[in-house]
């Protein structure tokens, strides 16, 4: 299997590239998002509010 005699190896390079693809889809599917940290920022701006003009 690819060229590799052993199986436990060529499954071990197959695990790292199914891995690394599976964390640059992870990356294009939370590339914008915000999440809780949006939040906590409100909050802050609540607690805050004369610093807006400055």
């Not at 914008?32 to 610093?51: F, K, V």
């Amino acid at each position: 299997m690819l060229g590799i005699a052993s199986p436990e190896l060529a499954l071990a390079y197959i695990l790292c590239i199914a891995a690394s693809v599976l964390c640059v889809i992870y990356g294009i599917v939370k590339w914008n998002d915000s999440g809780p940290l949006t939040e906590e920022l409100r909050d802050l701006d609540q607690w805050a509010p004369e610093n807006k003009g400055e």
